[in-house]
């Protein structure tokens, strides 16, 4: 269980830092919340049993995630909002989701390559997130790494499994490479919140992580004899609200219970 009761205790910092700490920690809870939506669309739908219980495991994951990422948010922000305020009642352009993550299912092999990409930059940004002196926000990364290393061996061993399978397969998942790999540059783009938190010691270097991941990338996908675009122009907005027109669908759906029944408890 991620939800705690317990209050929790907030860094003491300057007004400035902990508004900067807020809207990112905002950022980590829409990225994971959004992810999490949108493979739990995948339930009763994978292509064998055991896979459509792996994403809807994988998503559950997210999801405590994000309830603890809100939870804290709306601790840092002190205005009454609770965790619910936060992921149910904003509008699309107050999400701070990259846009990798809002983007449709599409075949199993474009929610392949979403998560991978993903993946292997949630992996090491968690296990820098666990140095950071902000201590709850450190005590997340430490609870979230563990399910993200699973996340990434199974999303890794579905590249190789897609990529070196079937001439079908492999079809796929190049084509899904080349829809959604414009998107992956954002995650390692760091905002201004995410620059004066960096300059404040709170984040860790991003260029660092993009090596990290970019590693692991050209890894995997050597093994799956797959190819690394180069100079692909990369889509950016999505982390300071310009998002598209998919997330507007999305929030439809996840937002309706909460916005037609105002204040509902299960």
Known sequence: MYASTQSIALPDVAPEVRQHLFEYVLQLADTSLILAHRLSEWCGHGPILEQDLAMANISLDLLGEARSYYQYAAELEGRGRTEDDLAYLRSAVEYRNPLLVEQPNGDFAQTIVRQFLYDCFHYHLLLQLQASPDRHLAGIAEKSVKEAAYHIKWSAEWIIRLGDGTDESRRRVEAAIASLWRYSGELTTPTPTEQALQAAGFLPDYAAIQQQADT???????EATLTVPQGVFMQKGGKTGRHSEH???????LQYMQRAYPGMKW
């Open 216 to 222: 692991q990338v050209a890894r995997v996908f050597e």
């Open 247 to 253: 997330l507007g669908y999305l929030l439809t759906e």
